[in-house]
């Protein structure tokens, strides 16, 4: 079984640029989707953004403009840069991998 685990998390100001990075313990070259959900203080875990085959990408409108997911999938990572934070990108970062398979995710806060 594939393991995850996100790093990136932690405080920053608002209108900076966050970088989630998510290393997956085996190979995922043949998993998908990819995908990038998120825990916002006091809410349910919603979706952020998708990477799926021939390299399609799908984003949230709350950061469609503002967020890229890629992956290097010969070092088994999986990457989600959001610019121009706002104070409601506060969340629990999770990756995902084909559905059924999370990370523990990465806390981000934002200062103003």
């Known amino acids: 079984q594939v393991q995850l685990v996100e790093s990136g998390g932690g405080m920053v100001q608002a209108g900076d640029t966050l970088r989630l990075s998510c290393a997956a313990s085996?190979?995922?070259?043949?998993?998908?989707?990819l995908r990038w959900y998120r825990r916002p203080p006091g809410k349910d875990r919603e979706f952020v953004a998708q990477?799926?085959?021939?390299?399609?990408?799908n984003y949230a409108g709350s950061v469609r403009g503002r967020a890229t997911i890629s992956a290097d999938k010969a070092e088994n990572r999986i990457y989600l840069q959001i610019i121009r934070l706002k104070p409601e990108d506060a969340a629990i970062y999770y990756c995902?991998?084909?559905?059924?398979?999370w990370g523990r995710g990465t806390e981000v806060t934002i200062s103003s």
């Open positions: 995902n991998v084909a559905f059924t398979i």
């Open positions: 990477l799926s085959t021939g390299d399609r990408t």
């Open positions: 085996a190979n995922i070259s043949s998993l998908n989707p």
